[in-house]
């Protein structure tokens, strides 16, 4: 059993149905990525999880015990970091962390050592300015350690790096592969190189279903051949077998699928001809082609 389990999950907003059907399990301890276009319905199957939406039809399950709309009580398991997070801009990290402890009935303790666990966790341990002048990043990965604070089975974060610069989203992104040590990590994003860092696990949705879900080698590994890529010495032998195979070629380097041709045929047309490779390896195909492979079936 996952720690979040979705099963045939449906939403509509008037005459458009956002969600058709959504079957999701979320294993324990995972980065699992959530990863679909704009629109798509990740924001409002997340709004359900919490209990802030109600749900056409469809279960949702957290730590075993049943989500009900408006009936919130699942969501002690829960730590959420939505896309834009707002805090009070006259607090520092402390006093914020502070205010969210007491809010949710932690012990002054409890508090005072979380909160400097979680803050040099995530690098605001010396931050000691009034959180209105952050930058973007900063109030990001306080957000991570607000929602962090009760030690959650389960965080659930929006779109974390979507506004980030380079440098603050591999922060951000470093410190959920981090708390995966201690819960599980589901995060909605279109940016899948992100995915690709530091995921376990990950689901497409696309057209209102979860079109593929699972281990993200799995998930590689089920989908059709990524290829190989073939570098040759010289410019002459890569248009000689590009030529003769009608390969796509970048300078030295050729690309091709199994499909296209095979690797013994390929071995004996340069054994004949005395040509001895570079380099010759599988390429392991990007979230990208997988991405666009499902969104067009």
Known sequence: MGVLEIGGL?????????????????????????IGRNGAGKTTTMKMILGLIRPDAGSITVAGETVRFGQTATNRFIGYLPDVPEFYGFMNSREYLRFCGEITGMEDSEIRSRSEELLTAVGLAEEKHRIKG???????????????????????????????DPVGRR???EILRSAREETTVLFSTHILSDIEKICTDAAFLEGGKVRLSGELSELRAGLADGGYELELPSLREA????????????????????????????????????????????RERSLDELFQEVISK
């Open 171 to 173: 922060e951000i992104l």
């Open 239 to 282: 248009v000689l077998i590009s030529e003769h195979y009608k390969l796509p070629a970048e300078g030295t380097v050729l690309s091709f699928t199994e499909k296209q041709l095979s690797l013994p045929e390929l071995m004996r047309f340069m054994a004949d001809r005395g040509i001895r490779p570079v380099k010759l390896e599988r």
């Open 10 to 34: 449906v939403k509509r907003f008037g005459t458009k149905t956002v969600l058709d059907g959504v079957d999701l399990e979320v294993p324990e301890h995972s980065v699992f990525g959530f």
């Open 134 to 164: 952050w930058s973007r990043g900063m109030k990001q990965r306080l957000g991570i350690a607000q929602a962090l604070l009760g030690r959650p089975r389960l965080l659930i974060c929006d779109e974390p790096t979507s506004a980030l």
